[in-house]
């Protein structure tokens, strides 16, 4: 291959997460924000936790937030506040974070992967339809990379046969989704329960573990909070068997400080995608991330898919790095072809798209402080490949 022309490497080195640029520019709030929560010393259910709740319920319109101790807890309370009986079936992507599965396993429950969608990655409802068994007790929806699963379809498919449908919105805080009737439903808020984490690398992301539970019911959030607390209805009353997933009052206090940035973030991730869609759309050996239009993306990454030829997708990612740009490629191995997940009998060609998807998927930098100047030198050395 022919050497090609590139323009000179930006100043700044490019990174896949950049936190220290996102937090430099609210640093003394941030400060200020662990001050005082290191002064009132309430480390444990500080009135920031509740503070914080509330302000994230508002920014989701409303629904009852728990937070808890962090995205894989925030789907196992999610289920055990359902109550299914051991054995029970759970429907999820074959394509997704391995937490998706494992919050099921850990129950004792029957994690059974569907298959995705080629164009959005994510759960394929009529896919999800056809698995439904009269042991099926849940439907986990991913909103993977940022864009809202078919949510319309996937709440219709959930509530004709009577089973509940949690959404698992680790990835896609804020993302909204328009259904044929012209309403606006806001991810994460729309099944009996919704769940996020607070991992330092999402959307917002806190500065260590994190996560919350959401519902509209207020009877489910009061049971959601319980079981996230030991089970305990009042102190050292036990009523059901729980666990000790609380998010820390310091953590609770910082997020409080980056939620006030997070749609300014989310524009900012939104321009990056734009930027990087103008520069590759024309692309024939690349596609860019297709845009369900029915839904917002808060592009919590920026996936492309290349052609399914050996060693294609791992060219690209070497030709990157060889010009200093990290990309990395979420997921590698299939959830069903995973060592720990063997038991349940799957095996390799049941879940094509899932599949092909492992094989095809890269991700490019996507974060907020990545400047014009990175963008367009991102697309230059993608575009020199392609
Ligand atoms: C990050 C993530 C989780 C797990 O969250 P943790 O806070 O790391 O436990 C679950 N599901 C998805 C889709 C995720 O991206």
Same mark, same amino acid.
């Given at each position: 291959?022919?050497?090609?022309?590139?323009?000179?490497?930006?100043?700044?080195?490019?990174?896949?997460?950049?936190?220290?640029?996102?937090?430099?520019?609210?640093?003394?709030?941030?400060?200020?924000?662990?001050?005082?929560?290191?002064?009132?010393?309430?480390?444990?259910?500080?009135?920031?936790?509740?503070?914080?709740?509330?302000?994230?319920?508002?920014?989701?319109?409303?629904?009852?937030?728990?937070?808890?101790?962090?995205?894989?807890?925030?789907?196992?309370?999610?289920?055990?506040?359902?109550?299914?009986?051991?054995?029970?079936?759970?429907?999820?992507?074959?394509?997704?974070?391995?937490?998706?599965?494992?919050?099921?396993?850990?129950?004792?429950?029957?994690?059974?992967?569907?298959?995705?969608?080629?164009?959005?990655?994510?759960?394929?409802?009529?896919?999800?339809?056809?698995?439904?068994?009269?042991?099926?007790?849940?439907?986990?929806? $991913?909103? *993977?990379?940022?864009?809202?699963?078919?949510?319309? #379809?996937?709440?219709? !498919? &959930?509530?004709?046969?009577?089973? /509940? +449908?949690?959404?698992?919105?680790?990835?896609?805080?804020?993302?909204?989704?328009?259904?044929?009737?012209?309403?606006?439903?806001?991810?994460?808020?729309?099944?009996?329960?919704?769940?996020?984490?607070?991992?330092?690398?999402?959307?917002?992301?806190?500065?260590?573990?994190?996560?919350?539970?959401?519902?509209?019911?207020?009877?489910?959030?009061?049971?959601?909070?319980?079981?996230?607390?030991?089970?305990?209805?009042?102190?050292?009353?036990?009523?059901?068997?729980?666990?000790?997933?609380?998010?820390?009052?310091?953590?609770?206090?910082?997020?409080? $400080?980056? *939620?006030?940035?997070?749609?300014?973030?989310?524009? #900012?991730?939104?321009? !990056? &995608?734009?930027?990087?869609?103008? /520069? +590759?759309?024309?692309?024939?050996?690349?596609?860019?991330?297709?845009?369900?239009?029915?839904?917002?993306?808060?592009?919590?990454?920026?996936?492309?898919?290349?052609?399914?030829?050996?060693?294609?997708?791992?060219?690209?990612?070497?030709?990157?790095?060889?010009?200093?740009?990290?990309?990395?490629?979420?997921?590698?191995?299939?959830?069903?072809?995973?060592?720990?997940?063997?038991?349940?009998?799957?095996?390799?060609?049941?879940?094509?798209?899932?599949?092909?998807?492992?094989?095809?998927?890269?991700?490019?930098?996507?974060?907020?402080?990545?400047?014009?100047?990175?963008?367009?030198?991102?697309?230059?050395?993608?575009?020199?490949?392609?």
């Amino acid at each position: 291959m022919p050497v090609p022309q590139f323009p000179l490497p930006p100043s700044a080195p490019i990174q896949l997460l950049d936190l220290r640029a996102q937090h430099a520019p609210i640093r003394a709030e941030l400060d200020e924000a662990l001050r005082q929560a290191l002064d009132e010393a309430a480390f444990i259910q500080g009135p920031a936790v509740q503070q914080f709740a509330l302000e994230l319920s508002e920014y989701l319109g409303g629904p009852h937030v728990v937070p808890c101790a962090n995205g894989t807890d925030a789907l196992q309370l999610a289920l055990m506040a359902l109550r299914l009986p051991r054995g029970a079936e759970v429907i999820v992507p074959a394509f997704t974070y391995v937490a998706t599965l494992e919050a099921a396993a850990v129950l004792g429950l029957v994690p059974v992967p569907v298959d995705v969608l080629p164009d959005t990655f994510n759960l394929d409802p009529q896919a999800v339809e056809a698995a439904i068994t009269s042991r099926t007790g849940a439907i986990v929806a $991913v909103h *993977l990379f940022g864009q809202c699963a078919d949510l319309e #379809a996937l709440r219709a !498919v &959930a509530d004709q046969h009577g089973v /509940a +449908l949690i959404e698992d919105n680790a990835q896609a805080i804020g993302a909204t989704f328009r259904t044929s009737r012209g309403e606006f439903w806001v991810a994460g808020t729309v099944g009996e329960v919704g769940t996020t984490s607070f991992f330092p690398s999402k959307n917002l992301g806190g500065f260590g573990d994190g996560g919350a539970l959401f519902t509209r019911d207020e009877a489910r959030a009061a049971y959601l909070r319980q079981l996230a607390n030991h089970g305990q209805t009042r102190k050292y009353h036990h009523e059901y068997i729980g666990l000790n997933s609380r998010l820390d009052t310091v953590q609770a206090a910082l997020l409080r $400080v980056k *939620l006030r940035y997070l749609s300014q973030w989310t524009a #900012a991730r939104q321009h !990056v &995608a734009a930027s990087y869609d103008a /520069a +590759l759309a024309d692309l024939q050996t690349i596609s860019v991330p297709a845009r369900d239009p029915r839904s917002t993306h808060v592009f919590h990454q920026y996936t492309l898919t290349v052609a399914d030829e050996p060693g294609r997708r791992n060219a690209l990612q070497q030709h990157l790095a060889a010009h200093g740009v990290p990309s990395q490629v979420y997921y590698p191995l299939p959830n069903h072809l995973q060592p720990a997940y063997q038991y349940l009998g799957y095996h390799a060609g049941q879940f094509p798209v899932a599949e092909r998807l492992c094989r095809t998927v890269l991700s490019l930098p996507i974060h907020p402080t990545l400047v014009q100047e990175q963008l367009a030198y991102v697309a230059d050395v993608v575009r020199a490949w392609a």
